[in-house]
């Protein structure tokens, strides 16, 4: 008796054929997003491979994305989050927030905690915001992150 096992694709060739075809069909993150019914920095976060999705997110955008049962499969898995090179980034979009960190993260970092205490700002109860703030001198990118404070404990 022979059985055949389908063979797992990587979540790379995933990535890249959800790519392709957003590209081929001219589709935006808000449209997945619409489809989800989620943020969609969320679901570009997901269908990059950053976030999970559920069985059910995964069925809203695949027959538009033309994902394989088993592509979702892969995308339901619990992802590596945070794979960026261990190098500064190169892409002048992502190095921005590089930047920022550099002059204003030990700023933000006293701020807040002047504000709530010794802790941190969640990143897993969190989300985020971008959006088009009109202006004279040409449109600006309004990014907000809310993410839920976290005290140090003693133990």
Do not use: H
């Amino acid at each position: 008796m022979t059985t055949m096992t389908e063979t797992v694709p990587s979540l790379e060739t995933i990535v890249t054929k959800i790519e392709s075809i957003k590209i081929a069909k001219g589709l935006t993150w808000n449209d997945l997003a619409a489809k989800v019914g989620q943020n969609p920095v969320w679901v570009a976060a997901a269908l990059t491979g950053q976030c999970s999705l559920s069985a059910e997110d995964c069925a809203a955008v695949s027959e538009v994305l033309e994902l394989t049962e088993m592509e979702c499969k892969v995308l339901q898995a619990y992802p590596y989050r945070g794979c960026l090179e261990q190098t500064i980034p190169s892409d002048p979009f992502i190095y921005r927030f590089y930047e920022i960190m550099q002059v204003y993260g030990m700023a933000m970092k006293g701020v807040a905690q002047e504000e709530f205490g010794d802790g941190i700002m969640s990143a897993i109860d969190f989300s985020i915001d971008v959006d088009r703030e009109p202006d004279p001198k040409g449109d600006r990118v309004k990014i907000t992150f809310s993410g839920k404070f976290l005290p140090y404990k003693k133990f």
